[in-house]
């Protein structure tokens, strides 16, 4: 079964500090991976996915997130954070060699950026 | 290009009645899923399907839930004899058809279901 853990409830920086929201998984094949912001009463919005190739991902909005096999996570980064970027992210996990089509989620981290 | 729709956004049912959740997908799209969101928990997968067809629905409770794409209009999602547990945001996402596991899914504002 896949899995997907973000160890964090919530996240504190200021503005203009890198920031890191932490993404581990666990599935049984290589996984593709993905992430999702959730501003309040609205739905999910892509930033960013991994599927093969390079471990640095780049994505909408400044963010990254780098793959690291070894460690199975995939945290996402942004060099420099908005108190726009203040919002709930989604870590989740497809695994295709199981045969699932859908994503698991984890539970999301609230990133709070502080002017 | 809209889009993923669902309507209504809020919905209130008192317990025992029908709610009925429609989700019309991005212009294209053919894969549709369904999720559930509690507070203070993430997303959880309840049903994906293609038109006319379940594909997984593995992540739906066995009882009073029910799910359809039909050929032609919006995906459906019924819940019979709504209890207040059953409170949450239900979102609808869709993906482009083919090879489905690479597409990232677009998902809906969702629709906030409040059981009274």
């Known amino acids: 079964a896949q899995s997907v853990a973000q160890p964090e409830d919530q996240v504190n920086v200021a503005e203009g500090n890198p920031l890191t929201v932490k993404c581990t998984y666990s599935?049984?094949?290589?996984?593709?991976l993905f992430w999702y912001v959730q501003y309040p009463n609205r739905g999910l919005q892509f930033l960013l996915k991994y599927i093969t190739g390079d471990n640095l991902v780049k994505g909408s909005y400044g963010f990254e997130a780098e793959f690291n096999k070894s460690q199975t996570s995939f945290h996402l980064k942004k060099p420099s954070a908005l108190v726009s970027d203040s919002a709930l992210y989604f870590c989740?996990?497809?695994?295709?060699?199981?045969?699932?089509?859908?994503?698991?989620f984890g539970k999301g981290t609230m990133l709070l950026v502080s002017p | 290009n809209a889009g993923v729709m669902q309507n209504p956004r809020h919905l209130v049912r008192r317990r025992g009645q029908e709610a009925r959740l429609r989700c019309s997908p991005m212009?294209?799209?053919?894969?549709v899923y369904w999720y559930r969101q509690l507070p203070e928990e993430g997303l959880k997968f309840m049903v994906y399907?293609?038109?006319?067809?379940?594909?997984?629905e593995s992540g739906m409770p066995k009882e009073r839930f029910s799910a359809e794409f039909p050929k032609e209009g919006p995906s459906i999602l019924r819940i019979q004899q709504v209890v207040r547990g059953d409170s949450a945001a239900y979102f609808c996402?869709?993906?482009?058809?083919?090879?489905?596991?690479?597409?990232?899914?677009?998902f809906g504002p969702g629709t906030r279901l409040t059981v009274t």
């Open positions: 399907l293609q038109k006319e067809n379940i594909i997984d």
């Open positions: 996402a869709s993906s482009p058809p083919g090879t489905g596991v690479l597409y990232e899914q677009y």
């Open positions: 212009k294209g799209h053919s894969h």
């Open positions: 599935v049984s094949g290589n996984p593709y």
């Open positions: 989740a996990v497809r695994d295709p060699v199981s045969g699932y089509s859908t994503l698991t």
